[in-house]
């Protein structure tokens, strides 16, 4: 008997999540100076992590032959004054997307659904069916989530209906009245997850926390990997009903987030000038791309995150052409967007070298890739 026949049926239909590539392997496949690679695929912060985030992560490695606090206890607090809730209506999790799957582990069984749009960030998918249960994908016409659709449907069958905002790889984001509309059409027996990883992008980003006091079965996810840069170290939070929140911590493995990510986290939450400069550049960066694009004749997808889409002809071949000139973006054929790249947003001196790229590739014998219709000028 092969291990194959082994394994549960779920892990054969499980797709694989495919991260952005990494900038080693991309030198090592184009024959090009690591140093000079340029990464736009990840949605990271380009201006690199929290510096008080990183001197407490060093004087944590002091002591990295300890055990960390499996309950992460500074950092709830820290959290708690900060977000305005009770330490224990918090969890920590090895990045947020660890909290879907213990979510999904806690309230998922096979023949379970899970409402989501069809764009939806993708480890929700991957979540829902580790445990056999059902993504329903609803479409999202203009790129964005219809909340009505969503809601429509729900059936007896759903657990979680779950909405990104702003998505990846979207960029769409809704208001504050609109999702707590979509919230009171939920039945009882329905969890509504929130994923807020983008929200600190975001001058006024929604707040339910009034809608968690009042009862509603709703839970939040942020990271700390995004605005605060601190994607090495996997760290995230939820936040929710402390009943909710203790049962997910039963299930959680012991010491699922270490000594070095909770000090990191626990400083860069005071790293308010980091934050504010990182708020700041994305805005400008989000704008000079917008400029870039126009220019070029490129159509595109504005976001209130830190990435934009680009629309293409060839998602694949663009892929392919900007890493052999060193820069590296996401095609979205995972998420049934063979027409669009996701674009991170870079600093300034980063956004003028992918428009250089750009135009270097309007210009060039495979302009229509890029721009349908478009050609090379004659010489």
Known sequence: MTYTQLVRPEVLTQPVYEPGRPIEEVARDFGLDPDGILKLASNENPL?????????????????????????YALRQKLAEIRGVQPSELLIGNGSNEIMVLLCQALLKPGDEVVMGAQSFIAM???????????VEVPMPGLSHDLDTLA????DKTRIVYLPSPNNPTGDSHS?????????????????????????????????????????????????????????????????????????????????V?????????????????????RAVNTAGQAHLACIFKKLGLEYVPSEANFVLLKVENS???FEVLQSMGVIIRPLNVYQLPNYVRISVGTEPENDRLGECLEKILAGPEASILLPGATAPQQ
């Open 48 to 72: 690199g992590p929290s510096p008080l985030g990183i001197k407490a992560a060093r004087r944590a490695l002091e002591e990295a032959h300890l055990y960390p606090d499996g309950g992460c």
């Open 125 to 135: 998918k991957l979540s829902t069916m580790m445990f056999g249960a059902t993504p």
């Open 152 to 155: 429509a449907a729900v059936t």
């Open 176 to 256: 504050q009245a609109d999702i707590e509309a979509l919230i009171n059409k939920l039945p009882e027996d329905v969890v509504f997850l929130f994923d807020e990883a983008y929200a600190e992008y975001m001058e006024n980003p929604p707040d339910l926390r009034p809608l968690i006091k009042a009862g509603k079965k709703v839970v939040c996810t942020r990271t700390f990997s995004k605005i605060y840069g601190l994607a090495a170290f996997r760290i995230g939070y939820a936040y929710g009903d402390a009943e909710l929140m203790g049962l997910l911590g039963r299930i959680r493995q012991p010491f699922n």
């Open 258 to 278: 270490n000594a070095i990510a909770q000090a990191a986290a626990t400083a860069a939450l005071g790293d308010e000038m980091h934050v504010a400069k990182s």
């Open 316 to 318: 694949r071949r663009i």
